[in-house]
């Protein structure tokens, strides 16, 4: 699918989608309650749909009404070999396995290539240090044995999704256990969201210290009726219309959220304002709309961007090859990425979405300055699937058609383009 963006302003408000990464937090908890649980106010994305599907898959009953979601949870203890298909979402496949391996029965999790070739070398150790199975296959991932209490290490540079993973799983074994941490410690909000999550469902667990997280055994989840907070990482792309020459107000954000992606409140004026040194090491997803603001405005130097290299796309590597579509240059080294300033212009040719709906979305915003075209629209399905109506209501000129090439699109003529 492609988007035939016309240039204009985005003007009005919007209410922030649900939170994605609280919503797989919440259904999971749901999941793993005795008795029956209701989780309002969720985007029936594709990854959300991934995370019921293995929750259902655990043996938990999820029924759907509108954009609520009943859950009647399950004890994963007593799973059977049923296949877990996580399509393309890595929160859902790095916070099953550790769930996967509380029935010590073999179990097998599937997804898209681009997801199976995710980083998982953290359960990986953890599974050859105890004798627990951990097999890659094509397209899938076999997993055998049962997790005991004990003291797990990991390092914190690599995802938190690995840390949030355990701190499902390890209540439910019968003795206490210790995650400790092996600095730097990257993404801490996430692990925030996911022990207040545990705390709606009557589940403790703690810092001990800055590397190290105390998980009691022997816990029981309990059911919940809850809504989903606002997303700060997709409220991200709408306010970034407002450095384009937008005037979009976002509203139902929780100002006392954890959720890490509210640094963008501080990050936006910093690219208003000159050319900044922002780390993106506890905030990766805000990553494609950080460095498309940067390209409209006075550039930036951005660390931490390690990362980025292993999320749905390569990043970091993806939008400096679509910036160069727009006239901007966009240096990528190891751990960090530099937008150059000026030149900013209509793209001459379509822009790709690199099958990454992070990087699809901040493409937008620059489409909504200068114009162009989005091929791979449909990635936005992944995490927003209503997110072209959401821009169209704020007014942007949107058309999503075939593949094929429209004739006679306009775009902005200008050869160099800055935000009014």
Not at 3 to 28: D, F, N, T, W, Y
Not at 252 to 272: A, C, I, W
Not at 339 to 366: I, Q
Request: charged share 25%; with cysteine; glycine share 10%.
């Amino acid at each position: 699918m492609r988007a035939v963006i016309r240039p204009g302003p985005a003007r009005g408000e919007c209410v922030a989608p649900p939170s994605k990464s609280m919503a797989h937090r919440l259904l999971i908890g749901a999941g793993l309650a005795r008795g029956e649980s209701l989780v309002r106010g969720l985007d029936r994305s594709q990854d959300i749909l991934a995370t019921a599907d293995c929750l259902a898959a655990l043996g938990a009953a999820v029924s759907w009404e509108g954009r609520d979601a009943r859950v009647t949870g399950c004890d994963p203890r007593r799973a059977g070999p049923a296949p877990l298909r996580c399509r393309e979402s890595g929160s859902t496949l790095r916070f099953m396995i550790p769930l996967c391996l509380l029935s010590g029965r073999p179990m097998r999790l599937t997804g898209g290539q681009s997801l199976m070739r995710r980083p998982l070398s953290v359960y990986e150790a953890i599974c050859n240090a105890r004798g627990l199975r951990f097999e890659r296959t094509d397209g899938g991932l076999l997993l055998e044995g049962r997790l005991a209490p004990g003291t797990y290490d990991a390092p914190g540079g690599v995802s938190s999704q690995f840390v949030s993973g355990l701190l499902f799983a390890l209540p439910l074994l019968p003795a206490d256990s210790l995650i400790r941490l092996i600095p730097p410690v990257e993404s801490r909000p996430y692990i925030d969201m996911t022990l207040q999550a545990l705390s709606l469902f009557g589940v403790r667990a703690e810092w001990a210290d800055d590397l190290a997280l105390r998980v009691p055994g022997g816990a029981a989840y309990e059911p919940i009726d809850a809504a989903v907070e606002g997303d700060y990482s997709a409220a991200a792309v709408f306010e970034a219309l407002n450095c384009v020459g937008g005037a979009v107000r976002v509203d139902g954000l929780d100002p006392d959220s954890p959720q890490g992606d509210k640094v963008y409140l501080d990050y936006f004026p910093h690219l208003m304002a000159g050319a900044p040194e922002l780390d993106l090491s506890d905030c990766p997803d805000l990553a494609p709309a950080l460095f498309a603001v940067a390209a409209a405005r006075n550039g930036a130097r951005f660390t931490g961007t390690r990362r980025l290299r292993f999320k749905e796309s390569d990043r970091a590597a993806a939008m400096a090859e679509e910036l160069s579509k727009f006239g901007v240059r966009m240096d990528v080294n190891e751990n960090d990425a530099v937008v150059h300033p000026g030149g900013l212009r209509a793209p001459r040719e379509p822009l790709s979405g690199h099958n990454d709906h992070r990087v699809a979305m901040a493409l937008s915003v620059l489409c909504a300055l200068t114009g162009g075209e989005i091929d791979g629209a449909q990635a936005v399905e992944k995490s927003l699937p209503d997110f072209w109506d959401r821009l169209k209501a704020l007014g942007v000129k949107v058309e999503l058609t075939e593949t094929d090439r429209p004739k006679d699109i306009p775009t902005s003529t200008a050869k160099e383009i800055r935000p009014c």
